[in-house]
């Protein structure tokens, strides 16, 4: 079992920049591929941007050049710095990592979600 655990959501004006934490723990031996989504509400979860282990990154078009994904191999930790907040950035943002352990399983393992506010 691998276990996720997120902070760093909140309240923030439009402009202004919050930064996520995922911190994985558990039965981890590699962490592959590292996620954030989210999911507004009526609308369907939506890929924010993934890392790869050897530090590849991708955004979705509507937060590139706004948001940073970055990952601490080291301490199995993921981060998304969120800069320039506009209010449809509002959402319940999860955390989403692709691991596997020493025996050769894998663990495909959500976050439980950070709720992240942005009024205008």
């Known amino acids: 079992q691998v276990q996720l655990v997120e902070s760093g959501g909140g309240l923030v004006q439009a402009g202004g920049s919050l930064r996520l934490s995922c911190a994985a723990s558990?039965?981890?031996?590699?962490?592959?591929?590292m996620k954030w989504y989210r999911q507004a509400p009526g609308k369907q979860r939506e890929l924010v941007a993934a890392i790869t282990s050897g530090g590849s990154t991708n955004y979705t078009d509507s937060v590139k050049g706004r948001f940073t994904i970055s990952r601490d191999n080291a301490k199995n930790t993921l981060h998304l710095q969120m800069d320039g907040l506009k209010p449809e950035d509002t959402a319940v943002y999860y955390c989403?990592?692709?691991?596997?352990?020493?025996?050769?399983?894998?663990?495909?393992?959500w976050g439980q979600g950070t709720q992240v506010t942005v009024s205008s």
């Open positions: 989403y990592v692709v691991s596997t352990y020493v025996t050769g399983t894998g663990f495909r393992s």
């Open positions: 558990g039965s981890i031996f590699r962490i592959n591929t």
